[in-house]
């Protein structure tokens, strides 16, 4: 009986034992080890990798997300001010101590403008230099009162423009100097101390010793008690009503203007948000410190730094060392102040702007900030770690005798390196540690003596006790009254910044003016003191410093994990689907037959 012969069985291969499939499965082994070893790179390379490009992007090149961010703070600033309220002016001027009162808080936001740009010529005032490593920017800043009722409180503080005449006169020939006390005296306030609004003491009240030099407008008449010995009476005899008719055309122009402008300033203030500053025209809202107005003199602290364009600050962007970043190189298109010592480091622009950091601080560097209300750049030093946001910073602040006199014998407060601030030899005085002399650095044309203004700490915070025991009313602080940076030290960002300052008027007796006879040789008393800066940063920015701090680490494990996973499952199936191929092959060669 015939039949089939039972044997082995040529038949076609297929699912894993086909030659097509043992070569996809091999290079899908081979794929898997090359994305395993990716992920084991990733994971240990990846994080310095990416450290290292999150640094470079911190350079403020054209175009950066960070420059964006410099020129539009994530943040929002306020300045804070108080004043002191003399409350005993008449005893003072009898030679008794003042007692002061703090006045305030009144709180401004502040809007920094650093690259508007000029309404003629369409350029901006933000330039890179093409050739080095250096952006010249002009700020300007503008000052929107968020609390505080300054319109309605008034403060009685000294007499700036009439102790600054006294002051530029104080040295002359006596008939010489009479006759210009005389003039002084008898045009604007003719007294040492004024009460004025906290609006007028900061933006401008009504003084017409500060206009005394200016030019008037043809339709202005001499001020009260002036006689003006060069007008032509014959032939342009105007009489009250003629003066009245004068009056009224420069109130209605002067009415119209500030219309306009106060228009403009409720318009940027309402869309503040959402508005581009660079091309306002700001010409029209830009003020010098003494202005006639109305046919009126106005004068006032701060009143040519609301809008009004500041000088160029030439720094660093970082873009070839990012450790330079910040860098002040310039001030005014010099690298030199010319208001101290000549060609020593006082003199010498430098420091950082508060502004922009430079990433990798450590605690155990000191650093350098350039303040231009200062005059002078100022010396910080790490004191402990603070937290913001759940955001860890290194504070740095001033140390105990950052402005110590080099003469000062406390060891603890002396500082040579100050010796180059003292402008004796110049004829201006030297104060005692903690007070700052700014006579030199207001020197200007009209003003050889400057202006007997001294800078130091509120309250005379870390001031030698001499200045506190010459006022009453004074309560040093350190929570409230120190100057302070948070700074997050992987990025640079400072988190917290609080310059905090006080203004002084320096007071000399001078035996030649009745009214200023019976004070002490020199008594330094303060009238204003502020904080700019912010004291947290914002939700965003809190945000955007979390992640760059996490990225480095939390992204490449992420893939790295990732790439881990889909090498080793291509290895698995890999590996899976071969022995089952093998174990079919044995299977079909012990039992061959179907």
Not at 300 to 314: Q, S
Not at 522 to 535: R, T
Not at 560 to 581: F, H, I, N
Request: charged content about 25%; overall charge negative.
């Amino acid at each position: 009986m015939s039949g089939p012969v039972h044997g082995r069985v040529d038949v076609k291969r297929g699912g894993c034992q086909s030659p097509h499939t043992r070569n996809c499965l091999l290079a899908t082994s081979v794929l898997g080890c090359l994305v395993i070893i990716l992920g084991l790179l990733v994971l240990t390379m990846a994080p310095s990798f990416l450290s290292s490009m999150i640094l470079k992007s911190l350079a403020l090149s054209p175009g950066s997300d960070r420059l964006a961010s410099w020129l539009l703070p994530p943040v929002e600033a306020h300045l804070t001010a108080y004043a002191f309220n003399l409350t005993n002016p008449d005893e003072v001027l009898k030679g008794g101590k003042p007692v002061v009162q703090e006045v305030g808080p009144f709180v401004y936001r502040v809007v920094t403008v650093k690259d508007s740009q000029d309404i003629e010529t369409g350029q901006s005032h933000l330039n890179y230099d093409p050739l080095g490593s250096t952006l010249t920017y002009r700020p300007r800043k503008i000052y929107y009162l968020v609390s505080g009722d300054p319109d309605n409180t008034f403060v009685t503080v000294p007499n700036i423009p009439l102790l600054t005449g006294f002051s530029s006169i104080r040295d002359s020939y006596w008939i010489t100097k009479d006759v210009a006390k005389n003039i002084m005296l008898n045009n604007g306030r003719g007294t040492p101390f004024v009460t004025v609004s906290f609006t007028g003491l900061l933006w401008g009240y009504s003084d017409e010793l500060p206009c005394f030099k200016h030019t008037r407008p043809e339709e202005c008449p001499p001020p009260d008690g002036e006689i003006d010995i060069f007008s032509e009476d014959d032939d342009d005899d105007w009489g009250d009503e003629d003066w009245k008719r004068r009056k009224r055309y420069v109130e209605d122009k002067v009415l119209r203007s500030k219309r306009s402008l106060d228009k403009e300033l409720t318009r940027m203030k309402r869309s503040s948000l959402d508005l581009d500053f660079r091309r306002l025209n700001f010409s029209r809202l830009e003020k010098p410190r003494a202005e006639l107005v109305n046919c009126k003199c106005e004068w006032g602290l701060f009143r040519d730094k609301n809008v009004t364009i500041r000088k160029p600050v030439t720094i660093n962007h970082g873009m070839k060392d990012l450790s330079m970043k910040g860098w002040v190189e310039q001030f005014d298109s010099s690298t030199t102040l010319g208001w101290w010592e000549d060609g020593s480091t006082c003199d010498q622009v430098g420091g950082q702007d508060g502004a922009t950091l430079p990433p990798s601080v450590s605690q155990y560097q000191e650093m350098e900030m350039f303040i231009s209300l200062m005059c002078r750049k100022i010396n910080l030093q790490f004191e402990k770690i603070t937290t913001h946001s759940e955001l860890s910073t290194y504070r740095f602040i001033p140390p105990v005798n950052a402005l110590g006199s080099h003469t000062d014998p406390d060891p603890t407060k002396v500082n040579l390196a100050n010796s180059c601030y003292c402008r004796q030899s110049k004829g201006f005085s030297c104060l005692k540690s903690g007070v700052l002399n700014l006579e030199p650095c207001k020197v200007s044309p009209d003003l050889p003596r400057g202006a007997p203004i001294a800078l130091s700490f509120p309250h005379f915070y870390q001031a030698h006790p001499s200045f506190q025991e010459a006022v009453e009313g004074l309560r040093p602080n350190k929570t409230l009254h120190q100057f302070y940076v948070d700074i997050e030290p992987t990025l640079g960002f400072p988190l917290a910044i609080r310059p905090r300052f006080q203004l002084n008027a320096i007071i000399r007796k001078d035996p030649d003016i009745a009214v200023m006879s019976n004070f002490p040789d020199e008594l330094v008393l303060p009238f204003l003191w502020a904080q700019d800066g912010f004291d947290e940063p914002s939700p965003d920015m809190a945000s955007a410093i979390h992640f760059g701090l996490a990225a480095p680490r939390q992204l490449p494990l992420l893939g790295g994990v990732v790439l881990l996973a889909l090498g080793g499952a291509m290895l698995l199936v890999s590996a899976g689907c071969w022995t089952y191929s093998v174990r079919r092959r044995i299977i079909e060669e012990e039992f061959p037959l179907s």
